[in-house]
């Protein structure tokens, strides 16, 4: 079975950063990061395929950046400027053209691998 463990979430006051990161327990794949606020659906953050093409939500366009190391199996989303509207559970998901997977509850997508998500609050 593949794991995914993520870490870095925590909280920051807006304007602020955070890294995120998410290790996965094999060979490299396709990765991407999500969110979810209470009362809003499973959010596409950003993703990284494993020739390194990356991409990103409008909202997050300019203030996030993904990255990977594939000799850790390891993606790390670095969030800079944050905003309050940032605040949600950030998931890390890994799997063919993940960037393709759109759940409406990112704790029941039915395709790829998912980790158990870490919170990000920002306040303002």
């Known amino acids: 079975e593949v794991q995914l463990v993520e870490s870095g979430g925590g909280s920051v006051q807006a304007g602020g950063s955070l890294r995120l990161s998410c290790t996965r327990s094999?060979?490299?794949?396709?990765m991407g990061w999500y969110r979810q606020a209470p009362g809003n659906e499973c959010e596409l953050v950003s993703s990284?395929?494993?020739?390194?093409?990356?991409y990103y939500a409008d909202s997050v366009k300019g203030r996030f950046t993904i990255s990977r190391d594939n000799a850790k199996n390891t993606v790390y989303l670095q969030m800079n400027s944050l905003k309050p509207e940032d605040t949600a559970v950030y998931y890390c998901?890994?799997?063919?053209?993940?960037?393709?997977?759109?759940?409406?509850?990112?704790?029941?997508?039915?395709?790829?691998?998912w980790g158990q998500g870490t919170q990000v609050t920002v306040s303002s």
């Open positions: 094999s060979e490299e794949s396709d």
């Open positions: 998901a890994a799997g063919p053209y993940i960037r393709l997977v759109r759940p409406r509850n990112c704790r029941l997508a039915a395709s790829g691998d």
């Open positions: 990284i395929r494993s020739d390194g093409s990356t």
